[in-house]
């Protein structure tokens, strides 16, 4: 099972919108509404941000918002702020019945 | 609230063993599908291998395949990883994390703080 491909980084201005992209299959990300994304400080473990494509945890901010077209799911982060730089990851289930994750995107807020 | 907490990681030679285990707190461990999880330093998180709520489903990812056994124990609240034949690739911090509870919650909710295992001679 391939990684899913994110773009290695990604950069912004505080208050700018910033989108990370997650491309997969038909086997994976296409097929399934089933990519959740991660944040991951230095040291830390991850984090939920998104489930389900587009669905939010409670206690995480609506300016972190999910979608998903074809074989590609996409990371909005708006009105950026210092505190969101880290990694983010994207992950997917998959028609093997297993899970696979993407190569990870490094936010830096300008 | 829900706690895992890893042990068993350490430094081991190429083709040694090593069981890691993940203790449960603040949640009926029985409810939840578990998963471990692993990153090689500086890399990317990469899935390994999950149970289900009584242990009749087990995937594996094909880099562990044949060399990594995952159990539970639901009543003593714990997660493990048999790990055999270790190789330098599987160096990393292992993860323990707890799958969101319903029939289709391909997502993980809480995770563990990780536990380091170095293969190296």
């Known amino acids: 099972q391939s990684a899913l491909t994110q773009p290695a980084s990604v950069s912004g201005s505080p208050g700018q919108s910033i989108t990370i992209s997650c491309t997969g299959t038909?086997?994976?990300?296409?097929?399934?509404?089933?990519v959740s994304w991660y944040q991951q400080h230095p040291g830390k473990a991850p984090k939920l941000m998104i489930y389900?494509?587009?669905s939010r945890p409670s206690g995480v901010s609506n300016r972190f918002s999910g979608s998903k077209s074809g074989n590609m799911a996409s990371l909005t982060i708006s009105g950026l702020q210092a505190e969101d730089e880290a990694d983010y990851y994207c992950s997917s289930y998959t028609s093997s019945s297993t899970l696979v994750f993407g190569t990870g995107t490094k936010v830096t807020v300008l | 609230q829900v706690q895992l907490v890893e042990s068993g990681g350490g430094l081991v030679k190429p083709g040694g063993s090593l069981r890691l285990s993940c203790e449960a707190s603040g949640v009926t461990f029985s409810d939840y599908y578990m998963s471990w999880i692993r990153q090689a330093p500086g890399k990317g998180l990469e899935w390994v291998s999950y149970?289900?709520?009584?242990?009749?489903?087990?995937y594996y990812a094909d880099s562990v395949k044949g060399r990594f056994t995952i159990s539970r124990d639901n009543a003593k609240n714990s997660l493990y990883l048999q790990m055999n034949s270790l190789r330098a690739e599987d160096t990393a911090v292992y993860y323990c994390a707890r799958f969101a509870s319903g029939s289709s919650a391909w997502y993980f909710d809480y995770w563990g703080q990780g536990t380091l295992v170095t293969v190296s001679s």
């Open positions: 038909s086997s994976d990300v296409g097929g399934y509404n089933y």
């Open positions: 149970i289900s709520r009584n242990a009749n489903i087990i």
């Open positions: 389900d494509v587009s």
